[in-house]
């Protein structure tokens, strides 16, 4: 009876609800062997999407997909579910020959970036030095996952994130060429291209004898990618189309020969013969004429990178250069930028590794020998010390910043090397056949979506719901990189002093640089604020089904029966009976109990808010907002807790030091999900503070700047 009793009264809330090169051989010196020869070869070009024979089995399959109920363990802690089967075990995908290939990848491409490229002339110059341009087509570093066949490297994604750390730990400047390049640049024509228009382009594309830009941002548009206004319409014949339009702030857009471009074409409801506008995407070749570009931008960093603006004016472009199908280039955009995220965050992971050696090369042995607590302030020490630079105390910076994660330095080494983990082969199709079972690794943060079907000459998108779950992911990936790599590399220059300040030194540069990947394929602010709306989305759906079970209960007993049970545990202060035991290793099981605790308080604070704004809860930014931060914490931790967890089972000889990190990590994100939980759970206060929020932006912005004047009056 006191189940059932619940059951009405949790759906009572519910109801309220509604609704052919030899150009990569260099990398070794020698000849590489042939694909038969590296059995791994064809697992790197495995396609990208599912074979399938007729589009009307491709829906019946989405279908199912749809049904299926998510593994995902991000999409799960919105709703108070410990889904680990993404997360644990930390992925370990190379095979000996794998791991041999890219160990002698290593080495000739690192002696590049110490010996050959000059990050200080580059920055200085605006642009990569010709010498390393030359070096990095010699070493095949503009294709390192075109399929072998293509004249490629055809790396896989763990293989290709290790080299791109390389290039993140030297220089950034050079990591956007390259980035742009081939992480989104090209990256098309990989995922959907025919296989005629991959014999065509990749080639050259892989050697570097043509570059290639990626051109979606519009004046108009920002982070907006919908609202573009650039035009392609059809010719009478059919034959081509005629672009016209500019895009802004494109990474190699006065360098690029190839252009991925996206459009609005009309096209033409087979259904209801309405004609509407929807985005396409192209191939777009720089000789096809009426392609020009601006000057390269004056920019705060990554100097040595091209950012132009590119203009189209009656580019003739032919119906053969469509990449994917006609009206389908939004969903092909973000499948491109969220398969590139993760480039990014291993760059990214080489660039704290570096500044984080540097930072710990510029303190005095004598206070090295100290054992001093890294995140203390040197002013708790004897004053003889409290003129040395140091690291400052987290929670300061927590406290001063609650909308924002903050990465102590010490801690962040094990993000460094926790968030870019392993995947399986690489997403990159193989030029000579139509498509493969995908073989993407979905664990931890390099969680790829493979979520559409495909056919040899044309693409088509189910279940785009899929698509923006694993977008979620990757978005998080993004932010968490982004974030404490402009935190570290702040830190650097706080520990080395007025030397962190000097030219001199590299770091400001690098600061410099570091700026902007905070902005990069959707600000940091819309990309939490879409992880926090694509959780609630979730949580959301099972509500309403909750909601739709009540008006049916002797139907839906089961499920009713089973939310009932849960909410009677969390009133009664039984907890959810989840457990991480048996998952992470016993020796972390404490950070593991903080994690279990952190999701529960995490997804009744979700749940509340959602019953209570409904779907209202879109124009809830600053509860959005803490949301998110609640929510990539969490993500962290688990990931941390998997990674170290692998560390201790295998016995790696820093497995103690992981452990201490991944400790630390998990005691501190525990406080603050525990800290802002208990902030929105005190509604009426949480209410004032948003109401002010909202209020002095207001006033800000009437006023064109501070509403209050100097304390003298004038």
């Known amino acids: 009876m006191q189940a059932a009793r619940m059951a009405t009264s949790v759906g009572r809330q519910l109801l309220r609800l509604g609704g052919g090169s030899s150009r990569p051989s260099a990398l070794l010196g020698q000849p590489r062997p042939g694909p038969a020869q590296r059995p791994y070869a064809s697992g790197a070009t495995q396609a990208v999407l599912d074979k399938s024979d007729s589009v009307s089995s491709e829906t019946s399959t989405s279908g199912k997909q749809a049904k299926a109920k998510s593994k995902s363990f991000a999409a799960g802690m919105f709703k108070g579910q410990l889904t680990t089967d993404q997360v644990f075990p930390y992925p370990s995908v190379l095979n000996e020959e794998q791991n041999q ?124 990618a919908a609202s573009i206004r650039s035009s392609a319409v059809p010719s009478p014949c059919g034959k081509y189309y005629t672009l016209n339009g500019s895009k802004i702030w494109i990474s190699n857009g006065g360098l690029a020969d190839i252009f991925t471009v996206f459009a609005k074409t009309p096209v033409t409801d087979a259904a209801t013969g309405a004609v509407k506008e929807k985005i396409t995407a192209f191939v777009v070749e720089k000789s096809f004429g009426g392609v020009t570009h601006g000057p390269p931008e004056e920019k705060m960093g990554i100097k040595a990178s091209n950012t132009a603006e590119v203009y189209f004016d009656g580019v003739r472009v032919p119906s053969d250069n469509v990449l994917g199908e006609v009206g389908g280039g939004f969903k092909v955009a973000m499948h491109i930028l969220n398969n590139g995220r993760f480039g990014m965050a291993a760059a990214l992971a080489g660039t704290m590794k570096g500044i984080i050696a540097k930072a710990v090369s510029t303190l005095p042995e004598s206070l090295a020998s100290l054992n001093l607590n890294p995140t203390v302030p040197l002013s708790r020490y004897p004053s003889s010390l409290a003129g040395t630079p140091s690291m400052r105390d987290p929670s300061s910076t927590s406290s001063s910043r609650p909308d924002s994660l903050h990465f102590p330095p010490a801690w962040t080494e094990l993000l460094a090397v926790a968030i870019v983990p392993p995947s399986k082969p690489s997403p990159t199709p193989s030029w000579g056949e139509e498509t493969r079972e995908p073989q993407w690794d979905t664990r931890v943060l390099f969680q790829v979506d493979h979520a559409a079907n495909r056919t040899q000459f044309g693409e088509k998108i189910h279940n785009f719901g899929i698509i923006q779950e694993k977008l979620a992911r990757m978005a998080m990936l993004q932010y968490v990189t982004e974030e404490a790599a402009w935190q570290v590399t702040d830190e650097c220059i706080q520990i080395m002093g007025g030397m962190g300040f000097m030219k001199e030194a590299g770091v400001e540069r690098v600061l410099r640089d570091l700026r902007i990947f905070r902005i990069f394929e959707g600000t940091n602010d819309i990309l939490r604020l879409f992880v926090a709306l694509q959780g609630c989305m979730d949580k959301g759906k099972e509500l309403s089904k909750l909601g739709s079970a009540l008006k049916n209960p002797f139907g839906n007993a089961g499920l009713l029966l089973g939310e009932a049970g849960k909410q009677l545990k969390r009133r009664a202060g039984m907890g959810s009976g989840l457990s991480l035991s048996g998952i992470v290793h016993p020796d972390l099981s404490r950070s593991g109990e903080l994690a279990v605790q952190a999701l529960e308080q995490f997804a009744t604070v979700v749940e509340a808010k959602l019953i209570k704004h409904k779907k209202e809860i879109v124009n809830e930014q600053f509860l959005l907002q803490r949301l998110a931060d609640s929510a990539i914490d969490l993500y962290a931790m688990v990931v941390v807790l998997s990674r170290a967890s692998r560390s201790l089972s295998e016995g790696h000889p820093t497995a103690q030091h992981e452990k201490m990190l991944c400790d630390s990590w998990c005691i501190e994100a525990a406080a603050r999900i525990r800290e802002t939980m208990a902030a929105l759970q005190s509604d009426p206060q949480q209410q004032e503070l948003f109401r002010n929020f909202k209020s002095i932006s207001k006033a800000l912005v009437e006023r064109g700047g501070v509403v209050t004047s100097n304390p003298l009056g004038f």
Do not use: W
Request: glycine letters at 12%; aromatic letters at 8%.
């Open 101 to 224: 290939f890219l160990k002698e990848l290593v080495g000739p491409v690192s002696r590049f970036f110490e010996e050959v490229n000059d990050p200080a002339k580059n920055d200085m110059l605006k642009q990569v030095e010709e010498t390393t341009m030359q070096g990095l087509k010699d070493l095949g570093a503009f294709g390192l996952q075109v399929p072998s066949e293509l004249g490629g490297v055809g790396l896989c994604n763990t293989q290709y994130a290790r080299l791109v750390e390389i290039v993140g730990m030297h220089d950034l400047g050079v990591g956007i060429t390259l980035g742009a390049h081939q992480s989104i640049g090209f990256k098309g024509i990989l995922l959907f291209g025919t296989k005629a228009q991959k014999e065509k382009y990749l080639p050259k594309l892989a050697s570097g004898e043509t570059i290639a830009a990626f051109c979606l941002t519009e004046p108009s548009s920002g982070s907006d």
